[in-house]
């Protein structure tokens, strides 16, 4: 599963069948992951047939590798398999889509002839995917560790055990597995230290640091010693790209699953199409061709399976798209490897929790000594109360929480926890409620009055409060936006100039890094022409709080946020303590490929990507202060 463009890449091999051989430019889920019920492909082999786009030269075409082939027999087989197995839309002569694989390797699902909106496309069923579910059977066999894991765990633990148990042919979902990516390119597995470094963001740390420590420790479980770090990381990277999930009966996800052939559909979402920096009035599009749903059995003798149908007509020789969900930055980056172009649901956070946000306030907007102890704590009860009341999502989740493992649970909760700041200057409900509580009390006390007597005294030390309580929220986020710019070592001038380069070496611009350049850099100077500098106002006598924690400490403009604590596991404090010397993790068996990228850059590119859309969006929020 990948971010690709619209149409098929120009050379490509296509899947089909004979006849459309031509050349063109959830608690519902039943079944244990080793039903019975699977059956090994019987299908002719003449029934399917290679289509190249264009042809390859006759020099090219004799000398392809051994390892292509192979490639090549593995997709027919996987065809075959899904045919055998039921897969409705796809192998037949009357299938309207077929797989496709592009030179570089990537693949997908292109259409074949023209499919209206509303028709279903494709139809899998669900007793051939791979799921997290534990039954008795399971539980009985392998005790209770495997339930206490986080549901990655779990699936990412299956799929090892299948692959180690099919290596002989054996499973009958060898097919399928046989044609899983080798690599995906997640900073999990294919980024060096160098470029975890280039990151920039510290919450996004934290989190790649989460998942190399959950590695690590699967690796160290009852039933996961017998794989290594290297085969969990690989794992982990292909569940969390590859699983869709069905609902729980208490709401959230309920099982989660690898549905064959369906998790081979790459992304298209909402993209922004306005100019850059039109967040006043931004513009989205949606531009995914295909949705899926899970259908029950259409009578005593069915059986549930997933559906695919088309959300407009799609053209003969478009590629299928499918939106992985409205879904911020981090996702795609940590676990898909990609940034989507111009996510228009991107976020960035500014504090940790409402109690680092408060404090925060505190420190920058209220001199000790204007309100009395108790009016004081008073005014904080008030701003926790208010900012409680527009917590709606914790208080949703909290039935979802309660069966689900104890430290995957604590992972949710600490992500719900952030306050975040939404591409286009949208700020968390929370925030504006506990600091529209804390302005209101400080007018009360008279600090603004207090500060209008000392204007342009050289003794004032706090920020002034503002005119109303709309303009203090905006100058608050906005101040706190430069803060966190000031943290991150590289400006976002110098990143816009490096990927607008990049853009116009490759010859392509989703992105459309060059327009950005020149937004950015004219706004942002102007900015700094009216105010001296990346000041919006005077600075607070107390640094603000990091992102992440909260513990009062800023990092300087040159230093690299530090590596945050992921547990106690001995192995992860060894691989931390390598990557932070700058050593290459033992028993790689190899050389980092964080840096080397593919021929054309992208993945070297990536980290300058992803921190790149944080700044643009910190940045939108200040110059929206400054309209």
């Known amino acids: 599963m990948n971010s690709v463009a619209a149409a098929a890449p120009s050379a490509a091999r296509v899947y089909a069948p004979a006849s459309l051989a031509r050349p063109c430019s959830h608690h519902a889920v039943h079944g244990s992951c080793r039903s019975p019920n699977v059956r090994s492909h019987r299908q002719p082999l003449s029934r399917l047939t290679l289509v190249r786009q264009p042809r390859r030269p006759a020099v090219a075409a004799a000398a392809q590798s051994q390892a292509e082939q192979q490639q090549e027999s593995q997709l027919q087989s996987f065809l075959r398999w899904l045919i055998a197995n039921g897969v409705e839309g796809v192998g037949t002569a009357d299938s309207k889509v077929a797989l496709y694989e592009g030179e570089g390797g990537e693949r997908g699902v292109l259409s074949m002839a023209p499919i209206a909106g509303g028709e279903a496309v494709m139809r899998i069923p669900l007793r051939l995917a791979i799921t997290d579910a534990v039954d008795e ?30 290596a002989g042919s054996a499973s009958p979902w060898q097919p399928y597995l046989q044609v899983l990516p080798a690599a995906v390119p997640s900073p999990l597995t294919a980024f060096g230290w160098e470029d975890v470094r280039a990151i920039e963001y510290p919450p996004m740390r934290k989190e790649l640091d989460h998942a190399t420590w959950l590695a690590a420790s699967a690796a160290q479980l009852p039933g996961g010693r017998r794989f290594s770090r290297e085969q969990w990381e690989w794992a982990l990277c292909v569940v969390h790209s590859r699983t869709f999930g069905a609902p729980g009966r208490r709401g959230g996800v309920g ?32 531009f995914d061709s295909v949705r899926w749903e899970l259908r029950p059995p259409a009578g005593p003798e069915g059986e549930w399976h997933m559906e695919v149908t088309a959300t407009r007509d799609i053209a003969a020789g478009e590629e299928l798209l499918l939106s992985y969900g409205e879904r911020s930055n981090d996702d795609f980056f940590l676990h898909y490897g990609f940034v989507p172009p111009r996510n228009p649901h991107d976020d960035v956070a500014l504090f940790t929790d409402i109690e680092s946000c408060i404090d925060w306030w505190l420190d920058r907007y209220l001199p000790p000594g204007v309100m009395p102890p108790a009016a004081l704590q008073a005014a904080i009860n008030a701003a926790y109360s208010a900012a409680e009341d527009q917590d709606t999502a914790s208080g949703a989740a909290e039935a979802v929480l309660a069966v689900v493992p104890e430290a995957e649970a604590e992972v949710i909760r600490a992500g719900l926890a952030r306050i ?57 986020v906005a101040a706190r936006c430069l803060e966190i710019l000031q ?11 490096r990927l607008a380069a990049w ?98 850059g992208r993945s070297s590119m990536l980290p300058f990507m992803y921190r790149a859309y944080k700044k643009m969006a910190l940045w939108d929020a200040v110059l929206l202060a400054d309209q």
Not at 138 to 162: F, K, N
Not at 506 to 530: C, D, F, K, L
């Open 503 to 600: 853009e116009q070496q490759a010859g392509e611009a989703p992105h459309r890094w060059a327009e950005a350049q020149a937004h950015y850099s004219a706004a942002v100077a102007a900015h700094e022409a009216r105010h001296g500098g990346l000041q919006i106002a005077p600075a607070a006598a107390q640094p603000a709080p990091a992102v992440e924690g909260g513990s009062g400490r800023t990092e300087s403009a040159s230093a690299e946020p530090a590596l945050l604590d992921a547990g106690t596991d001995a192995a992860l404090a060894q691989l931390l303590l390598q990557q932070a010397q700058g050593q290459a993790p033992s028993g790689d068996g190899g050389e980092g490929n964080g840096s080397a990228g593919t021929a054309d």
């Open 137 to 166: 059977e399971d539980e009985a066999q392998q005790g209770s560790w495997e339930v206490e894991q986080p549901w990655s765990i779990r699936l990412a633990g299956r799929l090892l055990c299948m692959l180690a148990e099919g």
């Open 487 to 497: 943290s991150m070592p590289t400006p976002l001038a110098t990143d816009l100039d």
């Open 255 to 286: 099982v989660r699953m690898l549905v064959p052939l369906i998790d081979m559909l790459n992304h298209a979402g909402d993209y922004l199409t306005s100019p850059p920096g039109a967040s006043l009035e931004p513009t989205v599009q949606a």
């Open 420 to 476: 975040k700041l939404s591409a286009g200057g949208m700020v968390d409900g929370r925030l504006f409620a506990a600091y529209r509580t804390l302005y209101d009390a400080a007018c009360a006390a008279g600090l603004q009055q207090q500060q209008a007597g000392q204007e342009g005294s050289q003794g004032q030390q706090q920020p002034a409060l503002g005119g109303s309580w709309g303009q203090h929220v905006q100058l608050a």
